[in-house]
């Protein structure tokens, strides 16, 4: 198939960080490979390497940590990715769930229509190469197979491309199982899958991805205002984690772009090195999806409010944000280059993620300065000491600089040295990475400083 393309010009992206850099870094560093990459590699799939799975883990660990830890009224679920297809019928995605797809005869380019300029769409005119275009096709997202040994129309199962149909079919069992009485909310956070016509972009866009949502059920007529709040809410949680935030803004669906169940819509977009794109959506999808399923089900999907005496289909408030390109999002916004003066004398250069601590791979690097005179065995006994609280690495190769210059490049907020001196007092070195600054620390102080670093922790660049 010809290569995709998709048309969203940079605007105003000042940072240092290119889609080339990360794509390159992350290979480097082990935070994302490509899908099969001995065999040319997968398109539209990316595997997460070890720095990659502890970043992911903790961007998702701090939206659960917000969503159910931090509200008494939502709670988990983990529902499975097969479901029963009727489920896709009820929530319209069998008919709906399409992209507008063109093709250029001449040069062979497929397109998402929505994503080239107008005038080549109206014009018809292929924007690589000014070849004529095909009409605009309907192309659904799903991926489709067969469950059992029979591939006929009675064995179609469809891979999910979201999961919040697993919170509303399951939101019966929950009022139930957990005595939730609205308002409340369901979180989930797994895999969906949407077959993608471009795929461009690293992880920004990929057919396999994870999804982290939350549904917020409420009566109907106290949607708006729950809407505005979970708007603010989410605002607030980008701020919390550090994301700079001239590099976030909303963007409201206009009547053209608001989806088959969606009442209002708004995106929260962030800067990308290729511009601004959608990084999360809030939306009121309304009793569309609860009134879809009660009425393909036959099952009574009604909330029954037995201190008022009312029933009613609960109207949802859904905030659906991408895990897998949070995790780019985090990458582009940590990145960072800067010409530094290395010992003093010849100007070097450094790239280093500025990742929070909480998000941070690897916490604190602890470093011998030489591996002989006991330094190595001093160093090993304060990794173990850190251990259970803290991520840690260990490297005792190389160059102090150089060692400085890899935890940088990985995002390791504080490195710990070990040297001769701290054989004779007791003290080792804490060095920030950010400032780069070095302080002597006791030792056995040393868990309850990286503790208040952490809480205290302000982005300075
Ligand atoms: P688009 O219009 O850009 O295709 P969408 O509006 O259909 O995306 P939603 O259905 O609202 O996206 O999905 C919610 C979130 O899931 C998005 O904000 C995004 O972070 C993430 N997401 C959606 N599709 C993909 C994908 N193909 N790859 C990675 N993340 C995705």
Not at 186 to 197: D, L, M, P, S, Y
Not at 287 to 301: A, P
Request: aromatic share 12%; with cysteine.
């Amino acid at each position: 198939m010809s290569e995709f393309n998709e048309y969203c010009p940079a605007e105003q992206y000042t940072g240092k960080a290119t889609m080339e850099k990360i794509t390159s870094l992350a290979k480097r560093r082990g935070f994302v490979f490509q899908s099969s990459e001995i065999y040319g590699g997968q398109s539209g799939a990316w595997d997460y390497g070890p720095l990659g799975i502890e970043l992911k883990n903790r961007i998702q660990t701090q939206w659960w940590k917000e969503m159910t830890m931090l509200h008494d009224n939502i709670v988990g679920l983990d529902a499975a990715i097969l479901m029963h297809p009727r489920t896709w019928e009820a929530s319209g995605h069998v008919e709906n769930f399409t992209d507008p797809l063109v093709d250029c005869k001449k040069c062979k380019s497929r397109f998402r229509a929505d994503m080239i300029p107008d005038e080549n769409l109206s014009a018809k005119k292929c924007p690589d190469c000014g070849g004529e275009l095909t009409d605009t096709r309907k192309f659904n997202l799903m991926f489709k197979s067969h469950i059992g040994p029979a591939e006929d129309t009675a064995s179609v199962i469809y891979l999910r491309p979201e999961t919040a149909q697993g919170i509303y079919i399951n939101y019966k069992n929950i009022i139930q199982s957990s005595r939730m009485k609205i308002p409340f909310g369901i979180a989930q956070v797994g895999k969906a899958f949407r077959n993608e016509i471009v795929t461009k972009n690293f992880i920004f866009r990929t057919c396999e991805f994870e999804q982290m949502e939350m549904q917020y059920f409420v009566k109907p007529g106290t949607d708006d205002e729950w809407f505005n709040e979970w708007r603010k809410q989410r605002w607030a949680y980008y701020q919390k984690l550090g994301v700079k935030m001239d590099h976030l803004r909303w963007h409201q669906h206009g009547p053209d772009e608001l989806a088959h169940y969606a009442k209002d819509a708004y995106d929260i977009q962030y800067l990308f090195p290729m511009g601004w794109r959608e990084l999360e959506g809030v939306h009121n999808r309304t009793d569309y999806d609860l009134s879809r399923h009660s009425q393909y089900s036959g099952k009574d999907m009604q909330y029954i409010d037995q201190d008022n005496n009312e029933r009613y289909i609960p109207y949802i408030i859904e905030t659906s944000a991408g895990l897998t390109r949070n995790v780019l999002m985090i990458l582009c916004d940590a990145y960072d280059e800067e010409q530094i003066a290395d010992k003093g004398n010849e100007d070097d250069m450094r790239t280093v993620l500025r990742f929070h601590p909480a998000l941070a791979p690897v916490t604190v690097a602890i470093l011998p300065l030489m591996k002989k005179d006991g330094l190595a065995e001093f160093a090993q006994d304060i990794r173990k000491e850190l251990q259970d609280d803290y991520s840690t690495d260990y490297d005792q190769s190389g160059a102090i600089g150089r060692r400085y210059r890899r935890q940088d490049e990985a995002g390791t907020p504080f490195c710990v040295t070990v040297d001769y001196q701290s054989k004779e007092d007791g003290t080792v070195t804490l060095r920030f990475r950010d400032s780069m600054e070095q302080v002597r620390v006791p030792k056995a102080e040393l868990a309850a400083r990286l503790r208040q670093e952490i809480k205290s922790y302000k982005r300075i660049k």
